[in-house]
Structures are given as structure tokens and as C-alpha cells.
T-cell receptor, first 117, second 111 residues
Framework: GAVVSQHPSRVICKSGTSVKIECRSL??????MFWYRQFPKQSLMLMAT?????????EQGVEKDKFLINHASLTLSTLTVTSAHPEDSSFYIC?????????????FGQGTRLTVV | QQQVKQSPQSLIVQKGGISIINCAYE??????FPWYQQFPGKGPALLIA?????SEKKEGRFTISFNKSAKQFSLHIMDSQPGDSATYFC??????????FGSGTQLTVLP
């Protein structure tokens, strides 16, 4: 199957700092990538849809100035959590659709555990 | 508003038994229904998926049953193994190509 690599897998940062999470499709091109947030023992909540070369579309209630998304190429999307606070601590997961498979299947990265102290 | 309802929240099955997880949806525009398996600290992995024009799909020990009129679909895991212990999510894809996830089922298979 297609591979989506997410980096870092874990990060601890201080309150007020910014953290960047990378999502790469390693063996396929993805015009669309999705960013999710997952709290312990809960489901995945879609934060935003990232389209290559254009602005991301954010879900209702997600602060676009806090969660900056950049999708500069067909294989890379980044999520930057700005001015992080402890309540931003969560598991962040990206996913990408494979153009070569007709945009049917979505493949997920391994997730990033963010802890803000 | 939750568009995909998943049950049960947790499930305990003996090794060799059948695990059954159910999902129901509301939006008739959904056109693709995947199931994902997630281990702790990892991202979800696609397990099996079905389209609404098919009533059943089987891949190895995993089977999806789909009832379009009832707007329900289920995952059956035959001969469940301890290695199947994980959280399972059903999902549905809408017209915007986004996935809506169920609330998840924590499956524990006892040895």
C-alpha cells in the first residue's frame, strides 16, 4: 500500500512556542491531504483539508491562525501549531489520497503525539 | 451532529470467536465505507472497504456486510486472534471526499 510518513512521531514543547509537523506521501502524489486531531480513546476529528497550491479549508471551530497548514507540493503538507498551549496537547494525524488510485483510498501517517508543557 | 454511529464501544471476544462491530449512517450521499484498525500510538490503517452497490465483501478473516436500505454496515472478524486487539473505526466518505468516522470500538481478544 501507499506510504504516508509523518514527522516527528513525538514532540514536547513549552507553552508559547510553535511546533511544525510534516506529512509526506513517499511513493505517490497527493493533491489533497487531511489533518485530524484525536483525543485519548476518542475518534478522529477532521481539522482541515489541505490542497496543493491553495489555502486549506478548515472545519468549523478550528482556528486557522493557530493551526497553520501549508501544502507546497504534491508530496508534502505541514501543520504548524502556533503559540502552543497545554490544551493543544493531542495526537495529530495526517492522511493523503493517492491520485494513482483514483483518489479512493486514504492512507494515514503514523501520527504525532504533541505534549505542551 | 454525529453522522456515523458505531457500536459497541468496547468488545471482548475469546480467541477463535467472531467479532462483530456495527455502524449506521444518516447521509445517503455517502459513497464509500472503509474500516480502519488502529493500534495505540499509531495512525489508522485501512482494513477493508465497500461501496454501497455491494452487499458483502470478504478479505481473509474480515468481512463487511452492507445494508443500503437500512443504512447500516458491519465488520465481522472471523477466528479472532489476540493480535486483532485494537481500536476499530468505521468511516463514510461524502460528496466533499472527506471521511466521517464512527466513535470507535475497542476490541480485546482473549488468548
Amino acid at each position: 500500500g501507499a506510504v504516508v510518513s509523518q514527522h516527528p512521531s513525538r514532540v514536547i514543547c513549552k507553552s508559547g512556542t510553535s511546533v511544525k509537523i510534516e506529512c509526506r506521501s513517499l511513493d505517490f502524489q497527493a493533491t489533497t491531504m487531511f489533518w485530524y486531531r484525536q483525543f485519548p480513546k476518542q475518534s478522529l476529528m477532521l481539522m482541515a483539508t489541505s490542497n496543493e497550491g491553495s489555502k486549506a479549508t478548515y472545519e468549523q471551530g478550528v482556528e486557522k491562525d493557530k493551526f497553520l497548514i501549508n501544502h507546497a507540493s504534491l508530496t508534502l503538507s505541514t501543520l504548524t501549531v502556533t503559540s502552543a498551549h497545554p490544551e493543544d496537547s493531542s495526537f495529530y494525524i495526517c492522511s493523503a489520497r493517492d491520485l494513482g488510485r483514483g483518489n479512493t483510498e486514504a492512507f494515514f501517517g503514523q501520527g504525532t503525539r504533541l505534549t505542551v508543557v | 451532529q454525529q453522522q456515523v454511529k458505531q457500536s459497541p464501544q468496547s468488545l471482548i471476544v475469546q480467541k477463535g470467536g467472531i467479532s462483530i462491530i456495527n455502524c449506521a449512517y444518516e447521509n445517503t450521499a455517502f459513497d464509500y465505507f472503509p474500516w480502519y484498525q488502529q493500534f495505540p500510538g499509531k495512525g489508522p490503517a485501512l482494513l477493508i472497504a465497500i461501496r454501497p452497490d455491494v452487499s458483502e465483501k470478504k478479505e481473509g478473516r474480515f468481512t463487511i456486510s452492507f445494508n443500503k436500505s437500512a443504512k447500516q454496515f458491519s465488520l465481522h472478524i472471523m477466528d479472532s486472534q489476540p493480535g486483532d486487539s485494537a481500536t476499530y473505526f468505521c468511516a463514510a466518505r461524502g460528496s466533499a471526499r472527506q471521511l466521517t468516522f464512527g466513535s470507535g470500538t475497542q476490541l480485546t481478544v482473549l488468548p
